[in-house]
């Protein structure tokens, strides 16, 4: 029987953590799984409603660390985080994706001498600005075993001179949730609750630092926003972290003027799934969404200079436009009318049972092989 503790802290962990604990259930002769929450995030809409929509259980463990600098938030999930893998005395610790919760336990465990499995790994934009790429790439160095979702990754890795023996090329996990859920998300009515019903619509998150925390970035982006909404009605639920810099920036006039650009609360995964299907094209920073739009064959524009998920812009739906107003309008208007880019095929494991094939691996590891 193998003890694991499964590690979420924010938003893009729950969906990514929540198949492979109920893949864990199936197998309750083999593994004993706990959820512990770092509380990075611990809104309810970012938090709490995912637990619901992906029946993930409840936490075993709430660290409540919440919101502060990096530092603090980082060294505050593992003074809180230790004392609890060394009461639970786990054979496992699983870190998923690339927040600070995850190089933050994974570190915890590894100078404890406790196995650390890290799930997602090998992504890499090669943007060492942003705080994500930091948390990825010290996160594989540390892990003991590294489940990447696509050749690429794994090609990162050896690169970086990783073993080949630590790598195991599984798929991306998120998927897992997608397939799961898709339909029950399908048949909710979320689109006439915002008066979408029938109607072309296009999708648009936005919370990276680099976007929406600089007031002249984040104008550049409502520049085009202004442009496209007049086309193309923009269904925009806003993060926390962007609501209190439009706030900040003085920008809530400007955002509230754009016509047709309808700010809404976060959304919980379902009815986010619900609208991201539906949709004639979706707008981003986030790295979750470049993937699931390839997955659902839907247009995606990425507001960012780099992707560390590639093979969505190879094989996928995922174009990088950057932050330029001119090149976003431009092509969100070549999407709209009918030249958006098409899924030329899915990504290889991309098929709803990487959780299985994570699972398999865990059983099997060989700790001589690292
Ligand atoms: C974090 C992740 C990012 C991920 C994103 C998804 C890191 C370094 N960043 O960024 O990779 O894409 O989550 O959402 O780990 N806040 C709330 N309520 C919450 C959570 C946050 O109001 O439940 C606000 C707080 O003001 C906080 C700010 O959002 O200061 C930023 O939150 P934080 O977790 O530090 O980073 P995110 O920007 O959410």
Redo the contacts with the bound molecule.
């Keep these: 029987m193998l003890k694991v503790i499964n590690v979420v802290g924010?938003?893009?962990n729950f969906m990514k953590v929540a198949p492979i604990v109920a893949a864990m259930k199936r197998r309750p002769a083999k593994f004993l799984p706990l959820v512990v929450h770092t509380g990075?995030?611990?809104?309810s809409a970012?938090?709490d409603s995912f637990f619901r929509d992906l029946e993930l259980p409840e936490p075993d463990t709430h660290l409540g660390v919440g919101?502060s600098s990096?530092a603090a938030?980082t060294a505050a999930v593992m003074e809180r985080f230790e004392p609890v893998v060394l009461r639970e005395k786990p054979d496992w610790v699983l870190v998923v994706g690339?927040?600070?919760s995850t190089i933050a336990c994974a570190l915890v465990c590894v100078k404890l001498g406790v196995k650390v499995a890290h799930v997602e790994a090998g992504l890499r934009s090669r943007d060492r600005t942003m705080?994500?790429e930091i948390?990825r790439l010290l996160t594989d160095q540390i892990a003991d075993l590294l489940f990447t979702p696509s050749q690429d990754a794994d090609e990162n890795l050896l690169a970086e001179g990783i073993p080949r023996g630590r790598i195991r090329l599984v798929g991306n996990v998120m998927i897992d949730s997608l397939q799961k859920n898709l339909q029950t998300a399908r048949a909710r009515n979320t689109r006439e609750q915002f008066g979408l019903s029938g109607v072309k619509y296009a999708l648009l998150t936005l919370?990276r630092p680099s976007n929406v925390d600089l007031r002249e970035s984040f104008e550049r982006i409502l520049d085009a926003l202004e442009v496209i909404a007049a086309k193309l009605p923009i269904l925009f639920p806003v993060?926390?972290?962007t609501r209190?810099t439009i706030a900040e920036l003085g920008l809530s006039a400007r955002v509230e003027s754009i016509r047709d650009l309808l700010t809404v609360d976060p959304l919980g995964y379902l009815s986010f799934l619900n609208l991201m299907s539906n949709a004639s094209l979706v707008l981003t920073d986030?790295?979750g969404i470049q993937e699931e739009t390839t997955a659902l064959g839907i247009p995606c524009l990425t507001l960012r200079e780099n992707t560390e998920r590639p093979i969505t812009v190879e094989m996928g739906t995922n174009v990088v436009v950057g932050t330029d107003p001119t090149k976003i309008i431009a092509t969100a208007m070549a999407a709209m009318n009918g030249s958006a880019k098409k899924l030329q095929y899915r990504p290889p494991l991309w098929d709803g049972k990487t959780s299985e094939r994570i699972l398999d691996a865990l059983e099997t590891f060989v700790p001589s092989s690292r």
């Design positions: 924010a938003r893009p990075q995030h611990y809104d970012m938090s919101s990096h938030q690339d927040v600070n705080p994500e948390n919370h993060h926390p972290r209190k986030s790295g």
